[in-house]
């Protein structure tokens, strides 16, 4: 009886200093990020509308994987607008706003996303008619935000702007899609240290995305430093007939990393595929 107690209690040790940064997280949410992004509006909290996805402990606190799955059909009638996605404890916790259409077949988005500290990862759907669903995810990382450039920093830059589309075999016509866009951009944060001169480097990334299939939109994105390096969509999209799919970004050029305002407009990329149903 005594060891059962025993290891409870260290069971309890273990648990609540997660629990207590659990509920930290909450209130940065509730008193903060909330009513910045949301006043005065109704969230209700929903896994029959939209899941987060994320690994528990993340392996690689630069490189978390994160999936959001929608569980409603995208129809004319009934379908999801956008989804906000946060990092409660991230620096900069926005991580990105994505608008899809009835023509993008599902609102699910999968990425890869920098996790500066143990945090939840949250995504709000609004809905069509205004509604809004929330789901979330714990995880445990450390870093992201910071973690080191690496040293093939000058090859990175060689390579910046160039995308690729990949695309499953299986390909119908009038079905959802599954798409990847892979992007060649360091995504720099502007909290890294270059490992040769030990400076902070200056913030540029990836700050907006459009994705159209035969000029009408399929996903359009706003997005932050919390993006991976390389940064790496999953989407889908409803091919009704033969037709070209087109990506485009730009990228930002920052004097400051902590003045968003100060950030400036750098470049412009874009690249296309044609798809045959």
């Not at 500066?116 to 709000?124: D, F, K, Q």
């Not at 069509?128 to 870093?143: E, H, I, P, R, T």
């Not at 589309?165 to 599954?178: H, N, Y």
């Amino acid at each position: 009886m005594r060891k059962q107690t025993l290891k409870i209690s260290f069971i309890l040790l273990l648990i609540l200093p997660l629990l207590a940064t659990a509920a930290k997280d909450e209130t940065n949410w509730n008193n903060v990020l909330k009513d910045q992004y949301f006043s005065g509006k109704k969230i209700q909290t929903s896994i029959d509308i939209i899941e987060v996805e994320a690994p528990y402990r993340a392996e690689d606190p630069a490189l978390v994987p994160l999936k959001i799955i929608s569980k409603i059909k995208q129809t004319k009638e009934r379908y999801i607008k956008r989804l906000t996605v946060f990092v409660d404890k991230n620096p900069f916790p926005f991580v990105g706003e994505f608008e899809f259409t009835p023509e993008s077949g599902k609102a699910d988005i999968a990425m890869r996303v920098r996790v500066n500290t143990y945090s939840y990862i949250r995504a709000v759907a609004e809905m069509n008619d205004g509604k809004l669903y929330m789901s979330k995810k714990f995880v445990k990382a450390s870093g992201g935000c910071s973690a080191p450039i690496g040293a093939d920093l000058d090859a990175a830059m060689k390579r910046l702007g160039k995308m690729k589309f990949k695309m499953g075999k299986s390909v119908k016509t009038d079905e959802p899609t599954l798409m990847q866009l892979l992007i060649s951009h360091p995504n720099i944060t502007g909290m890294q240290m270059d490992q040769v001169t030990r400076f902070i480097k200056k913030s540029h990334f990836v700050d907006k995305i459009k994705v159209t299939f035969d000029g009408q939109p399929v996903l359009t994105a706003k997005i932050d430093i919390a993006i991976s390096a390389d940064p790496n969509f999953r989407f889908y999209f409803v091919p009704s007939k033969k037709g070209e799919l087109k990506a485009e970004f730009s990228d930002t050029s920052c004097e400051s990393p902590t003045k968003r305002d100060m950030c400036t407009s750098g470049n412009s990329y874009s690249t296309s595929y044609t798809v045959a149903p």
